[in-house]
């Protein structure tokens, strides 16, 4: 059974740091893509960042750009997002995503198969 679990949601300040750990298990995602997707309150789920674990290739949504790092263990299946700078917007329930038949990071959320269940990150002013 693969599974998804991310870690490291929280409460912090605004322009404070978090990290997100997503740890992956039943499979490999050494040829696959990762992303980071959100989804605050009353709005729908948006493409964060993702990266290929194949390629090493990145991408980032433009508000996040120069703030957050998504980065990769390819030996621990984990995909890392590191947030600094964060802002009360950045609030919502970010979950990790994996493509396992493509190594092409996508924007497309049904690109997607395979989903974590989400941690909360919450920015307070």
């Known amino acids: 059974q693969v599974q998804l679990v991310e870690s490291g949601g929280g409460l912090v300040q605004a322009g404070g740091s978090l990290r997100l750990a997503c740890a992956a298990s039943?499979?490999?995602?050494?040829?696959?893509?990762m992303g980071w997707v959100r989804q605050a309150p009353g709005k729908e789920r948006e493409f964060v960042a993702g990266?290929?674990?194949?390629?090493?290739?990145?991408y980032y949504e433009d508000s996040v750009k120069g703030r957050f790092t998504i980065s990769s263990d390819n030996a621990k299946n984990t995909v890392y997002l590191q947030m600094n700078s964060l802002k009360p917007e950045d609030t919502a329930v970010y979950y990790c995503?994996?493509?396992?038949?493509?190594?092409?990071?996508?924007?497309?959320?049904?690109?997607?198969?395979?989903w974590g269940q989400g941690t909360q990150v919450t920015v307070s002013s």
């Open positions: 039943g499979r490999t995602f050494s040829n696959s893509a």
């Open positions: 990266i290929s674990m194949r390629s090493g290739a990145t």
């Open positions: 995503a994996g493509r396992s038949y493509s190594g092409t990071v996508s924007v497309v959320l049904a690109h997607y198969n395979y």
